[in-house]
């Protein structure tokens, strides 16, 4: 009886009937799975709804996603907007639509990559028109600020919703720059992007020489400024032109899909950026390859594991380590070759991630292996050695000379044993001052007995010392420290 319900409910699903059709059916599933199941999106039904409605009006680009496209890019776009403050200026009132389209704008350049949140932006002022700037001393219709900030004229940034296929977006255009400044200031981007943004702009060279020199271009004019601008219109074209773009500029289209993640052209497959289209390109013998496949970069980050490491390396790691050296029981020769190896191993298994990547120069890397890299991991294998015993060896010497010094003596001990580690050879006057102990009618120590713990880097550490002042009776051993 269960199973042909099931059955029943299965075919009608599947075929629908006179009254209901599979698109009806289907609707509220397919968007209930992928907006909460999938991506967890914080939204009722009604409110994705709304928000989708307006991004069919305004946005082709969220039009032409499958629902698993768009059910991301809504989340992401809800995400963005809890990130962001908008600020109205000049008496103009902050609408959900402004958001919307802000936000959207963000979404939709970074859709592809995975980073997209732009958090280093988290203030949008938006006036009603064409607002003065102090700072540029200009009237302008949008500006990204070097800190955290992006103004925009509202007029004219709905006017590029309301053409979206005219090549000039205010929204894309500010955000692109806000894009590339981050990278350039070092705060929360893109690796990938971070990491081909400098082969784009090689890529691209030829194209802007070509525009300063007032050449003919499909680029609107406005790119011929400076490299800067000739990015962020780019990015106008390259979202509301996309067609155009390939055919005129073939090479900095396709590298911008690179550099983007994602392929405008590519409407049935969610924009994604594929292997074939990588493939397709790479066998056109006129154009420029491209790569599938963007190694992450460190060019660019203003904080980078390795810096944390030069600085507790060469404060910590330095202190820790100098200040135990005395407990460590190695030659000069041993610690030389210690250290040596340590500087090397490290040197080489690092200069990919950080010279070849363009983070550091090679005297900054020197300067980091030798005063960072290298203290910083001596000393947590010197602390990992003392803190670690595995073993406890008693070893006992004659002593064969004593040399007073300021409150302590320094032994000698038979065949120069342990002569490169005075911590074990010394003795304080304080409790144990040879006139002293004469005076108590025993003579000075003949030999001493030696504490040592070998920890589990195989480095012996002293524990402590006795001074044998008979060597027939030994019940007149003294600790020494």
């Not at 007029?155 to 979206?164: A, I, N, Q, S, T």
Request: hydrophobic share 45%.
């Amino acid at each position: 009886m269960i199973g042909s319900i099931v059955v029943a409910v299965l075919l009608f699903l599947l075929f629908g009937t006179s009254v209901f059709s599979w698109g009806r059916i289907k609707e509220p599933f397919v968007t209930f799975f992928y907006n909460r199941v999938k991506w967890h999106t914080s939204i009722d039904r009604n409110e994705y709804l709304r928000i989708s409605k307006m991004l069919k009006r305004y946005v082709p680009y969220f039009t032409a996603l499958s629902a698993n496209g768009k059910a991301k890019f809504i989340n992401r776009l809800k995400h963005i907007q809890e990130e962001k403050a908008f600020v109205g200026r000049e008496g103009l009132q902050v609408t959900e639509e402004m958001k919307l389209l802000i936000s959207a704008a963000i979404a939709q350049i970074t859709f592809g990559l995975d980073d997209y949140l732009l958090l280093k932006y988290d203030r949008f002022f938006l006036y009603p028109d064409i607002y003065h700037s102090t700072i540029m001393g200009a009237d302008l219709k949008g500006g990204t600020s070097t800190t955290n900030t992006i103004s925009f004229s509202w007029r004219h940034l709905k006017e590029g919703f309301d053409v979206p296929d005219d090549k000039v977006n205010l929204a894309l255009h500010e955000v692109a720059h806000a894009m590339k400044l981050s990278v350039l200031k070092g705060q929360d981007f893109d690796k990938r992007f971070a990491a081909y943004l400098d082969q784009w702009f090689e890529v691209g060279r030829k194209e802007f020489a070509r525009m300063k020199q007032n050449k003919r271009s499909f680029l609107r004019r406005y790119a011929r400024r400076n490299k800067h601008e000739f990015f962020a219109v780019c990015m106008e074209h390259f979202f509301e032109a996309p067609e155009a773009f390939q055919a005129e500029l073939p090479d900095v289209f396709n590298h911008f899909c690179v550099l983007l993640r994602q392929n405008p052209l590519n409407k049935l497959g969610d924009y994604e950026f594929t292997e074939s289209f990588v493939e397709e390109v790479n066998q056109q013998k006129e154009l420029l390859p491209i790569p599938f496949i963007v190694r992450k970069t460190i060019k660019y980050d203003s904080w980078h594991w390795s810096l944390s490491i030069w600085f507790f390396g060469f404060l910590g790691g330095g202190i820790v380590f100098l200040g135990n050296w005395d407990n460590f029981g190695a030659s000069n020769s041993e610690l030389f070759t210690f250290l040596s190896l340590v500087a090397i191993s490290g040197g080489l298994a690092q200069i990919r991630s950080l010279v070849l990547s363009g983070f550091m120069n090679w005297i900054a890397y020197i300067f980091y292996i030798l005063l960072g890299f290298t203290p910083f991991f001596a000393s947590i294998f010197l602390l990992l050695n003392m803190f670690t015993p595995m073993t406890q060896e008693v070893e006992k010497y004659q002593i064969t000379h004593v040399v007073a010094g300021v409150n302590q003596y320094v032994l000698t001990l038979e065949e120069g044993a342990y002569e490169h580690w005075a911590l074990v050879r010394t003795v304080s006057s304080y409790k144990y001052d040879q006139q002293r102990l004469s005076q108590e009618g025993i003579g000075p120590p003949s030999h001493i007995q030696l504490t040592l713990a070998k920890g589990i880097m195989g480095w012996k550490t002293f524990e402590k010392s006795e001074l044998i002042f008979s060597e027939k009776d030994e019940l007149t051993a003294l600790p020494a420290r």
